[in-house]
């Protein structure tokens, strides 16, 4: 939602309102339906970025540690 992260970088929303050819009313009703949205998604986000990094980082580990040969 590009006009919710306007409106929260300052815009006024009744620029974005008319910008965008909405009524003020159907902006609030998408704030109050989407204006968490936005910020568990971005924890969620972090969360996963930790994540990927904790693997790559053990992944590397793995691929360092020699290897047993099967081979007799």
Known sequence: MAIL???EA???ITELC???G???ATFYKWRVKYGGLYASL???MKELEEE???LK???AGERLRP???SKP
Do not use: D
């Open 5 to 7: 992260k306007q409106a």
């Open 10 to 12: 300052g815009t006024p």
């Open 18 to 20: 008319s910008e965008h």
């Open 22 to 24: 909405m009524s003020s």
């Open 42 to 44: 971005m924890a969620r």
């Open 52 to 54: 990927n990094r904790r």
């Open 57 to 59: 980082k053990m992944y």
């Open 67 to 69: 290897q047993s040969s």
